[in-house]
């Protein structure tokens, strides 16, 4: 065994378990002293890797633990580092620039903050899509006029809907819970100007407050909006919310004056007031078009889809490249029960068709199939067109965005970077109210309450909006509202699993539990509470987390009495004559003893009361009784004794 071929000192120990190494590898010994040299100690002694001067690239609101993944070491380790720089901050808080700087020069990286924007060109680029190097290459030759993209914004029931629905001449109002839209809808009409054929795609937008969120998308893909005023109203505050969603995105503004026909309408009102917020009618020297309007009566219509193009016209130039892979915005998405998800995306730029591999966010596949806003299958969507796109994995969110991608491997891939990317974004956007090093102190204490949420809807944009205005509610700090689940669809045995092991109630928000799933949440007490119109479900959620305060009592005093003489009793100790000199002195009631206006001590109870030789329950003031405190006996003559009641405070 010692010298031959198979023993431990021959030949194979060069390259076996013997005396040697492989050459080319290098042992853990080696590899030890690399990393070694790699770490240097810290403030405080906490080794992490140096950066050298590299460059590191983080979203804007993330966390140390965000950080750590792009350097590969323990949060904890970064957390240690911050202490020691004077900085406190947990894992999972979102950092500002200046404290990523302190923290980046310690350790010898440039950190940069990034926009999502931003954030998402870098991964495109990663796969060689480069969206930044594809729009500076653009010829003049290439680009061809593609329609003005139209969002219609306004205060709710002034007639968004209805101006909408004598545009394309299809009853939407009909189908929407309360007349208020809820869905984001995308819909391509044509019209005559200058004895040309024209179409404009119209995004209809939620009138509702609660949907904010989505409002602002809409006037992010937009080119120009039409703000919807009532003549009988006037300028609302979701009236000056829409507007400053249009002028924050730069986007050109047509004023619609709806509802001319009504009784007590002022068209001349309205103009005054926009004049506040810098929208001057041309008949007054301004820029902006105003056009009556009466959307059930169908009038004027013509004269304001003309507004429109004359604006595109005059301060737009509204030209794509229809020749190159699409990219766009999904407007709206929603799981179908026959169709499978089903996403409603904008082209933006260059040609969609059947058969490409697409991703839209966290959503990939390809395109099974292309319908336009009547139902009818199209073969290919150019810029600014509207169309359901069938053959997705997955929901897309409204508001992600869309590209084509070489093939189905890639948009694979580029789905799951995004999918990684939203759920840091979620976990940096969860409302903590504690952190979580307190958490279990403040258990324990009673402190925090919480309410576990699972919401569930129609579209995911009604979600969005939901989830958005669920955490807007502030009820202090007592109480922590936590969403620990969302989707698209009807409400599955799944959710109803997670809401019976994290006591959630479940929020179904124009879907329902059907057959078997809503038995199971029957049997297993799970509430699933459903709502057709978002504003009752706030307004729930709302009452139920004031209900989950803990009361506040307030101290309220009943009755005060002087001591005018004192009476020993060997049966009762002493006895307290005395004169009430407001309010009702009552039996068992608490009571405090002040002497020369200094509490002497308090949570006493009154355990005696007599009236000449009776025992009574109250004296009311003016009358003389006799006063037992129980075991106390330090009192003197002219000591006043107050009785007081704990009330409840109403929360509002």
């Known amino acids: 065994r010692g010298g031959g071929p198979r023993g431990r000192g021959g030949t194979q120990g060069a390259f076996g378990r013997g005396g040697g190494r492989v050459r080319g590898r290098k042992s853990k010994r080696a590899k030890r002293q690399e990393f070694e040299q790699m770490q240097a100690p810290a403030i405080g002694g906490v080794k992490v890797p140096r950066g050298n001067g590299q460059t590191i690239t983080v979203r804007r609101g993330a966390t140390?633990?965000?950080?750590?993944?792009?350097?590969?070491?323990?949060?904890?380790?970064?957390?240690q580092v911050l202490f020691h720089l004077g900085e406190m901050a947990t894992a999972t808080q979102s950092l500002d620039e200046d404290t990523f700087g302190v923290l980046g020069t310690e350790l010898g990286y440039d950190i940069r903050l990034v926009s999502p924007e931003e954030e998402e060109r870098e991964l495109l680029s990663s796969f060689n899509i480069d969206l930044d190097a594809e729009a500076a290459a653009e010829d003049e030759e290439n680009l061809r006029p593609r329609p003005p993209v139209v969002t219609v914004m306004g205060h709710v029931d002034h007639g968004k809907t209805a101006l909408l629905d004598a545009i394309r001449q299809a009853d939407v109002a009909q189908g929407e819970a309360g007349g208020i839209t809820q869905h984001i809808g995308a819909y391509q009409v044509r019209t005559r100007h200058e004895d040309d054929e024209r179409a404009i795609t119209f995004i209809d937008t939620p009138g509702h407050e609660a949907f904010t969120a989505m409002r602002a998308r809409g006037a992010k893909v937009t080119d120009i909006a039409i703000l919807v005023v009532a003549a009988d109203d006037g300028v609302m505050p979701q009236t000056i919310e829409?507007?400053?969603?249009?002028?924050?995105?730069?986007?050109?503004?047509?004023?619609?004056v709806n509802k001319v026909d009504v009784e007590g309408a002022n068209p001349q009102k309205v103009r005054q007031q926009l004049t506040e917020y810098d929208l001057i009618a041309e008949e007054y020297g301004g820029e902006t078009m105003f056009v009556?309007?009466?959307?059930?009566?169908?009038?004027?219509?013509?004269?304001?889809?003309?507004?429109?193009?004359?604006?595109?016209?005059?301060?737009?130039?509204?030209?794509?490249?229809?020749?190159?892979?699409?990219?766009?915005?999904?407007?709206?998405?929603?799981?179908?029960?026959?169709?499978?998800p089903v996403a409603t995306v904008l082209v933006q730029q260059g040609s969609l068709q059947v058969g490409d591999a697409i991703v839209a966010g966290a959503a990939y596949g390809r395109v099974r199939a292309m319908l336009d806003e009547h139902g009818t299958t199209v073969q290919e969507a150019g810029p600014s067109r509207p169309v359901q796109v069938l053959g997705l994995d997955s929901v897309a969110r409204a508001g992600d965005t869309f590209v084509v991608a070489p093939d189905d491997r890639t948009a694979r891939q580029i789905a799951e970077k995004r999918e990684a990317a939203d759920r840091q974004a979620s976990l940096a956007k969860a409302r903590k109210r504690?952190?979580?090093?307190?958490?279990?102190?403040?258990?324990?204490?009673?402190?925090?309450?919480?309410?576990?949420?699972?919401?569930?809807?129609?579209?995911?944009?009604?979600?969005?909006?939901?989830?958005?205005?669920?955490l807007q509610i502030d009820v202090g700090d007592?109480?922590?509202?936590r969403i620990i689940d969302r989707g698209v669809g009807a409400i599955t045995l799944n959710n109803i699993n997670l809401a019976m092991a994290s006591d959630a109630i479940i929020i179904g928000f124009n879907v329902r539990a059907?057959?078997?799933?809503?038995?199971?949440?029957?049997?297993?007490?799970?509430?699933?509470?459903?709502?057709?119109v978002i504003y009752q479900a706030i307004e729930d959620i709302e009452n139920a987390l004031k209900g989950m305060l803990k009361p506040e009592y307030e101290e309220v005093e009943t009755g005060?009495?002087?001591?005018?003489?004192?009476?020993?009793?060997?049966?009762?100790?002493?006895?307290?004559?005395s004169l009430v000199r407001s309010g009702t002195i009552r039996r068992g009631a608490k009571a405090r003893i002040t002497r020369d206006g200094v509490v002497v001590t308090e949570s006493l109870e009154i355990s005696g009361l007599r009236r000449f030789k009776d025992d009574v329950t109250e004296v009311r003031d003016g009358f003389e009784c006799g006063i037992n405190l129980g075991s106390f006996n330090d009192i003197q003559?002219?000591?006043?004794?107050?009785?007081?009641?704990?009330?409840?405070?109403?929360r509002t």
């Open 560 to 577: 005060s009495a002087e001591i005018r003489e004192i009476f020993r009793s060997s049966k009762f100790g002493n006895v307290a004559g």
């Open 637 to 650: 003559v002219d000591d006043v004794i107050t009785t007081y009641e704990m009330r409840e405070i109403p």
């Open 292 to 340: 009556d309007v009466s959307a059930k009566q169908g009038q004027n219509i013509e004269d304001l889809l003309e507004a429109v193009l004359l604006t595109a016209d005059a301060a737009l130039d509204l030209r794509a490249n229809p020749n190159k892979d699409a990219r766009g915005v999904a407007i709206e998405a929603n799981l179908d029960k026959g169709r499978g």
């Open 478 to 481: 007592e109480v922590d509202l």
């Open 434 to 470: 504690i952190s979580l090093e307190d958490l279990n102190e403040a258990l324990a204490q009673g402190k925090v309450e919480t309410l576990n949420l699972i919401l569930k809807g129609d579209v995911s944009g009604s979600v969005e909006a939901l989830e958005d205005a669920l």
């Open 514 to 532: 059907e057959g078997q799933n809503a038995e199971v949440a029957d049997r297993e007490g799970v509430e699933i509470r459903y709502y057709p």
């Open 64 to 79: 140390l633990s965000d950080f750590a993944d792009k350097i590969n070491v323990d949060p904890a380790a970064l957390v």
């Open 242 to 256: 829409a507007l400053n969603h249009a002028q924050a995105a730069d986007v050109p503004i047509v004023v619609a």
